[in-house]
């Protein structure tokens, strides 16, 4: 059975900076075509897509957020981890990991996040 | 960077209809790439279509999608009252994924 679950602080103060771990069973980090995202989403507001790190090491980021975002991943311990640096009250949000998975038929690649985590929520304030 | 729009913003309707949702980026997409979520009130997003009209495991046959190119929808065919919820569609690409804004199903 695969699951995730996310785990880090529920409270973080202005200018700080927040690491998140997202711990995963019943697949391997280290291989197959897949990977793990990180989604959040604010309170009453759509989700939002931050950063993704594949089986292959290969990871990329919110363009609007880059600067402010490290996803990582230790294989050893079945876990990704995301930071982001110089937290703001609009970063109150739930955050999310799921797994990405890659289907190949043929010539064609399919993605997609097939296993979510239940979420952790994390709150901004002084 | 691919921005995606959804319509309606809000559904509402009655067990039994049927229900059309629409996706539309700004730019052509490509198929393989679109999926759909099911999100209701507390709960993690659940992956309902993949490839913009294959469902994912454990996904009831109401639910079908379609389209290509721009345009894409979500159809449930015969609204149960556990279908009210927010409904997204994705995107993958450039190494990127972005989500539509959601629309609300209410039954």
């Known amino acids: 059975q695969v699951t995730l679950k996310e785990s880090g602080p529920v409270l973080v103060k202005p200018t700080e900076t927040l690491t998140l771990t997202c711990t995963v069973s019943g697949f391997s980090l280290s291989s197959g075509r897949m990977g793990v995202s990180w989604i959040r989403q604010p309170p009453g507001k759509a989700l939002e897509w931050l950063a993704h790190?594949?089986?292959?090491?290969?990871?990329s980021y919110s363009p609007s957020l880059k600067s402010r975002l490290t996803i990582s991943k230790d294989t050893s311990k079945s876990q990704v981890v995301l930071t982001m640096t110089n937290m703001d009250p609009v970063d109150t949000a739930t955050y999310y990991c799921?797994?990405?998975?890659?289907?190949?038929?043929?010539?064609?690649?399919?993605?997609?996040?097939?296993?979510w985590g239940k979420g952790t929520t994390v709150t901004v304030s002084s | 960077e691919i921005v995606l729009t959804q319509s309606p913003g809000t559904l509402s309707l009655s067990p039994g209809e049927r229900a059309t949702l629409s996706c539309r980026a700004s730019?052509?997409?490509?198929?393989?790439?679109l999926a759909w979520y099911q999100q209701k009130p507390g709960q993690a997003p659940r992956l309902l279509i993949y490839g913009a009209s294959s469902r994912a495991t454990g996904i009831p046959d109401r639910f079908s999608g379609s389209g290509y190119g721009t345009d894409f929808s979500l159809t449930i065919s015969r609204l149960e009252p556990e279908d009210s919820a927010v409904y997204y569609c994705?995107?993958?690409?450039?190494?990127?994924?972005?989500f539509g804004p959601g629309t609300k199903v209410d039954i």
């Open positions: 730019q052509t997409v490509t198929t393989s790439y």
């Open positions: 790190i594949f089986s292959n090491d290969e990871n």
């Open positions: 799921a797994r990405v998975g890659i289907t190949v038929a043929g010539p064609y690649y399919y993605y997609y996040m097939d296993v």
């Open positions: 994705q995107h993958y690409g450039s190494s990127l994924f972005t």
